[in-house]
Nanobody, 130 residues
Framework: QVQLVESGGGSVQAGGSLTLSCAAS????????MGWFRQAPGKEREEVAT???????TYADSVKGRFTSSQDNAKNTLYLQMTNLKPGDTAIYYC????????????????????????WGQGTQVTVSS
């Protein structure tokens, strides 16, 4: 079966950096869209970043310029590099994988709706203090 295992979370001060990893088994990284989502206490789960099979990425406006998602197909692992972290980034971060990918006018596009992702990791806590 598909397993996604996140690691790399922790506690940092504002302005710090963390890199999250998502190791996949039973699923081939780079085959379809994958994504990073987060959920803060009392808030709904929200998209952070998506990455398509061709490596093209999208980011939530709140993290653009600070977060970078990448995939290593040889290691079957997805990454989220987070820099200049802010207290508002505090949340549980989830890795997600799907069997969906869209091509619109020749460009690959990944859904931002969490319901379109079939597989989820257990989540990793990121806490940013001011």
């Amino acid at each position: 079966q598909v397993q996604l295992v996140e690691s790399g979370g922790g506690s940092v001060q504002a302005g710090g950096s963390l890199t999250l990893s998502c190791a996949a088994s039973g699923y081939t990284v780079g085959s379809y869209c994958m994504g990073w989502f987060r959920q803060a206490p009392g808030k709904e789960r929200e998209e952070v970043a998506t990455i398509a099979s061709d490596g093209s990425t999208t980011y939530a406006d709140s993290v653009k310029g600070r977060f970078t998602s990448s995939q290593d197909n040889a290691k079957n692992t997805l990454y989220l590099q987070m820099t200049n972290l802010k207290p508002g980034d505090t949340a549980i971060y989830y890795c997600a994988a799907g069997r969906t990918e869209y091509v619109v006018y020749g460009s690959t596009w990944c859904p931002s709706d969490a319901s379109e992702y079939n597989y989820w990791g257990q989540g990793t806590q990121v806490t940013v203090s001011s």
